[in-house]
C-alpha cells in the first residue's frame, strides 16, 4: 500500500485548513457552510478537485486519519494526477471507468446523469474485503 495519496502529477497545489470532521487521506472534500473541510456531500454532483492528503508534517501515512477540528493538509489536483482514493464499499470498477462521488467522500461508478470526478486507474473490487470505513483504497485518475 502506498504512503503517500498523490501518486503521480505535476500540477497540484497543496493547501491546509481546519477540518469540519474527522478525515482520511484519499477522501474527495468540499468546504462546509462554515468554511471548513468536509467530506464532499453531494451523490453524482460537482466537486472541486480537492483530494485530502497525510500529514507528512508529522510522518503521518495514508491511514492516519484527522481529527475534527484538525488542520487538515488536502491537494487541489489537476487533471490527470493520480490519486490513492476511496471506493465505496460495494463498487467492483474496470480500470478506464468514468468515477463520481458518492456524497460521502468516496468514489463510485457514474451513472449516466451524473458527473465523473476520476477514472479508474486499475480493476477494483470493494464487494468484498473492504478495509474501515467501509471502502477500498485504489489508483483514481482525476479527469
Do not use: K, W
Amino acid at each position: 500500500m502506498p504512503n503517500v495519496t498523490i501518486l503521480r502529477g505535476d500540477n497540484v497545489t497543496y493547501r491546509e485548513d481546519r477540518g469540519n470532521v474527522a478525515l482520511t487521506p484519499g477522501q474527495l472534500l468540499e468546504f462546509a457552510a462554515n468554511d471548513r473541510l468536509t467530506t464532499h456531500s453531494t451523490s453524482g454532483g460537482y466537486a472541486g478537485r480537492l483530494f485530502c492528503v497525510e500529514n507528512d508534517s508529522i510522518g503521518g501515512s495514508t491511514t492516519l486519519a484527522y481529527a475534527s477540528g484538525d488542520r487538515v493538509a488536502y491537494a487541489d489536483c489537476s487533471p490527470g494526477t493520480i490519486v490513492f482514493a476511496h471506493l465505496a464499499s460495494g463498487q467492483n470498477v474496470a480500470r478506464g471507468e468514468i468515477l463520481m462521488s458518492n456524497g460521502a467522500g468516496y468514489l463510485t461508478a457514474r451513472t449516466s446523469t451524473n458527473i465523473g470526478i476520476a477514472q479508474a486507474d486499475e480493476d477494483a473490487n470493494a464487494s468484498t474485503g473492504v478495509g474501515a470505513g467501509g471502502s477500498l483504497r485504489f489508483r483514481a485518475r482525476v479527469i
